[in-house]
């Protein structure tokens, strides 16, 4: 008693299924046992990047300047250049505006609200600090430093001088005299007297 012709076909469509699943999983524990233990491969390594040869120049000079730890210091410095290669700025800018606005107090903070190295004020950059983790970034001095030149950066952009930029930074945009960026610039040349000296 055989079966029909029609479920022969059927029952052999299942098998032939069966069989063809059956063999991928196969191949595909096969390939996994193949794959190296993660023990075995190497962790990737970066090189370190590259510093500039006037960061430990500035460290020496501004940690004596401003009574700071040489640690300390290096933290800043370091943070100062990254950030300005990122965003595209002048890094003893960013210096001489850390300079000027908290004299390297990553604590110092301003009747108008202005906290931290760069004095940065919250309520106008919550966006940012949000991308660094909330308002508590503000306090840590690389985060500072990392918002504040990409505030100056865009003010610079928006106004189309660094002059201006810094001026719109400082709140005294209107300011005809240029008072700010006067003090800002004049700092940076101090800091570039420093590595020739």
Not at 71 to 90: H, W
Request: hydrophobic share 50%; aromatic share 8%.
């Amino acid at each position: 008693m055989g079966l029909p012709h029609r479920s022969l076909r059927f029952a052999s469509a299942i098998v032939l299924t069966a069989t063809l699943l059956g063999g991928a999983a196969d191949s595909l524990t096969t390939l996994a046992a193949f794959e190296p233990a993660e023990s075995c491969v190497p962790e990737e390594t970066f090189a370190a990047p590259v510093r500039d040869p006037a960061e430990p120049i500035l460290v020496r000079y501004l940690s004596r300047r401003f009574l700071i730890a040489t640690a300390a210091t290096e933290q800043m410095v370091e943070a100062a250049f990254r950030a300005a290669r990122e965003v595209g700025l002048d890094p003893f800018v960013v210096l001489a505006v850390i300079s000027v606005e908290s004299r390297f107090n990553p604590i110092a903070e301003s009747v108008m609200g202005a906290k931290g190295l760069m004095q940065i004020i919250p309520k106008f950059h919550q966006a940012k600090l949000a991308a660094r983790g909330g308002e508590a970034a503000i306090w840590d001095p690389e985060a500072n430093i990392a918002i504040g030149a990409r505030i100056l950066q865009e003010y610079v952009y928006r106004t189309g001088t660094l002059e201006a930029g810094l001026q719109f930074y400082n709140g005294a945009f209107a300011d005809g005299s240029a008072q700010y960026a006067q003090k800002v610039l004049a700092e940076r040349g101090r800091l570039l007297a420093a590595l020739g000296g």
